[in-house]
């Protein structure tokens, strides 16, 4: 694999300096030096946490445009289940794939058809008794990252199956292909995203060797033109409709958990709440459950930064469009399909380890909590760290002096002064004396 593609960036011109997403950022991976933001990459899990709190809107998430589907012969729309909780008033969600076809794309593969096929693979799963309990949902890739660089241990608890998005691309590139005779090169799967960690997840994908998504569309950017075509697309009644109720309700929190017939989950969302649960789990204090869903935006899905609707509102809407639909309309026959399991695993990501020789290590933890007793403990961020704990690591790693304290700062200042003024007296008590 290339180089480790991150969709949240930093927009040096417009970043003020304020510690707002430094204090956010559930994996400490954001300093202020020299009065802006630096992220560093390789604890940058793309939640896009920092988008969603910048007051000064320096942080943006890069994905594909759609005019890049030019290179494409045959162009496959894959709309998120949250894409149809953007839209007031909408009562069919085949307006929604009818305006994709108006758009110009050739054919539409709901995600949340995927997901109902990921929900039976997750049944079948849990009924084996293999996996370590409670399995945790593999689904929202900025968990998953999460739990590489700061859960290691909670790894053999993760769900070993793709995404659904993954899984629709798999799928439909492969019928396609079959039934046309194209190469599958010439037929390009465009994913309408939520949120940024899918665009990081495409370009670097855990669990797999490499992913069939071909291009990560914002569903903010596709939106005005999305509503122009709703409009001018034919009537509704072409059963162009995919899914029921169970994978539309994976926009939301709490619909992939409830999709396993499990009376015993848990369904977090919102990173801070997710990282809680992570940690009882760590302590053991979650073992009575099944399984467990956790979703790094609140509300799920649909409160991605990439979304236009407020996530509350999309989540109601959700759960309204659901209503009427059958309950699942995508079922596994017996066995699990290759395309939906992974084929490589998700390893530790030793990102917070302080050196590769342990013995080092253990003499820099040392030292870090030498520094950190100098420190007042007040993880005000004045330093530009999120912490006093984070300070100290970064003095140790040499990326930053202890007197970025300011308090540090402070008292060396005034025993500067203090000095100055004990020479400045004795230099006049000298005088006098002469």
């Given at each position: 694999?290339?180089?480790?593609?991150?969709?949240?960036?930093?927009?040096?011109?417009?970043?003020?300096?304020?510690?707002?997403?430094?204090?956010?950022?559930?994996?400490?991976?954001?300093?202020?030096?020299?009065?802006?933001?630096?992220?560093?990459?390789?604890?940058?899990?793309?939640?896009?946490?920092?988008?969603?709190?910048?007051?000064?809107?320096?942080?943006?998430?890069?994905?594909?445009?759609?005019?890049?589907?030019?290179?494409?012969?045959?162009?496959?729309?894959?709309?998120?289940?949250?894409?149809?909780?953007?839209?007031?008033?909408?009562?069919?969600?085949?307006?929604?794939?009818?305006?994709?076809?108006?758009?110009?794309?050739?054919?539409?593969?709901?995600?949340?058809?995927?997901?109902?096929?990921?929900?039976?693979?997750?049944?079948?799963?849990?009924?084996?008794?293999?996996?370590?309990?409670?399995?945790?949902?593999?689904?929202?890739?900025?968990?998953?990252?999460?739990?590489?660089?700061?859960?290691?241990?909670?790894?053999?608890?993760?769900?070993?199956?793709?995404?659904?998005?993954?899984?629709?691309?798999?799928?439909?590139?492969?019928?396609?292909?079959?039934?046309?005779?194209?190469?599958?090169?010439?037929?390009?799967?465009?994913?309408?995203?939520?949120?940024?960690?899918?665009?990081?997840?495409?370009?670097?994908?855990?669990?797999?060797?490499?992913?069939?998504?071909?291009?990560?569309?914002?569903?903010?950017?596709?939106?005005?033109?999305?509503?122009?075509?709703?409009?001018?697309?034919?009537?509704?009644?072409?059963?162009?409709?995919?899914?029921?109720?169970?994978?539309?309700?994976?926009?939301?929190?709490?619909?992939?958990?409830?999709?396993?017939?499990?009376?015993?989950?848990?369904?977090?969302?919102?990173?801070?709440?997710?990282?809680?649960?992570?940690?009882?789990?760590?302590?053991?204090?979650?073992?009575?459950?099944?399984?467990?869903?956790?979703?790094?935006?609140?509300?799920?899905?649909?409160?991605?930064?990439?979304?236009?609707?407020?996530?509350?509102?999309?989540?109601?809407?959700?759960?309204?469009?659901?209503?009427?639909?059958?309950?699942?309309?995508?079922?596994?026959?017996?066995?699990?399909?290759?395309?939906?399991?992974?084929?490589?695993?998700?390893?530790?990501?030793?990102?917070?380890?302080?050196?590769?020789?342990?013995?080092?290590?253990?003499?820099?933890?040392?030292?870090?909590?030498?520094?950190?007793?100098?420190?007042?403990?007040?993880?005000?961020?004045?330093?530009?760290?999120?912490?006093?704990?984070?300070?100290?690591?970064?003095?140790?790693?040499?990326?930053?002096?202890?007197?970025?304290?300011?308090?540090?700062?402070?008292?060396k200042l005034e025993a500067v002064m203090n000095a100055m003024l004990v020479q400045n007296l004795e230099r006049e008590r000298e005088e006098t004396e002469l």
């Amino acid at each position: 694999m290339g180089e480790y593609v991150h969709s949240v960036t930093l927009d040096r011109d417009a970043c003020r300096g304020c510690i707002t997403c430094v204090k956010r950022c559930p994996t400490e991976a954001i300093r202020v030096r020299g009065g802006k933001a630096t992220i560093l990459k390789d604890r940058c899990i793309d939640c896009g946490e920092c988008i969603r709190v910048c007051p000064h809107h320096a942080k943006r998430a890069v994905t594909d445009h759609l005019a890049d589907w030019e290179r494409f012969r045959y162009k496959i729309a894959l709309p998120a289940p949250a894409l149809y909780g953007q839209f007031n008033n909408l009562d069919d969600v085949e307006v929604v794939l009818a305006g994709l076809l108006e758009m110009g794309f050739d054919e539409v593969y709901e995600v949340a058809a995927a997901a109902e096929l990921v929900s039976d693979a997750t049944r079948i799963l849990l009924s084996r008794g293999l996996l370590e309990r409670p399995v945790i949902s593999s689904a929202c890739p900025a968990v998953l990252r999460l739990i590489r660089v700061r859960f290691p241990q909670l790894l053999g608890n993760v769900l070993p199956l793709v995404a659904p998005v993954e899984l629709a691309a798999r799928q439909i590139k492969r019928h396609v292909a079959r039934q046309s005779g194209m190469d599958p090169s010439e037929i390009g799967c465009i994913f309408i995203s939520p949120c940024p960690a899918k665009m990081t997840a495409a370009k670097n994908p855990l669990g797999t060797g490499r992913s069939d998504i071909d291009l990560v569309v914002s569903v903010s950017e596709i939106y005005p033109a999305l509503c122009a075509a709703m409009k001018r697309a034919r009537e509704p009644g072409e059963d162009l409709v995919t899914a029921g109720r169970t994978g539309i309700g994976w926009g939301r929190s709490g619909g992939e958990a409830a999709a396993t017939l499990h009376e015993r989950y848990l369904a977090a969302d919102g990173i801070e709440n997710v990282i809680r649960v992570l940690e009882d789990m760590e302590d053991e204090k979650l073992h009575d459950l099944d399984f467990v869903e956790l979703n790094a935006c609140v509300s799920g899905c649909v409160g991605g930064v990439l979304n236009i609707e407020n996530p509350y509102v999309a989540a109601t809407r959700l759960k309204r469009l659901g209503r009427y639909l059958p309950v699942s309309c995508n079922h596994l026959e017996d066995a699990i399909p290759p395309e939906a399991k992974w084929d490589r695993e998700v390893n530790y990501t030793p990102v917070m380890r302080l050196d590769k020789n342990p013995l080092h290590a253990m003499e820099l933890l040392e030292e870090m909590g030498k520094i950190e007793e100098r420190l007042r403990g007040l993880d005000c961020g004045s330093c530009g760290a999120p912490s006093c704990h984070a300070l100290a690591e970064d003095v140790v790693r040499g990326y930053a002096a202890e007197d970025s304290c300011i308090y540090v700062l402070q008292e060396k200042l005034e025993a500067v002064m203090n000095a100055m003024l004990v020479q400045n007296l004795e230099r006049e008590r000298e005088e006098t004396e002469l």
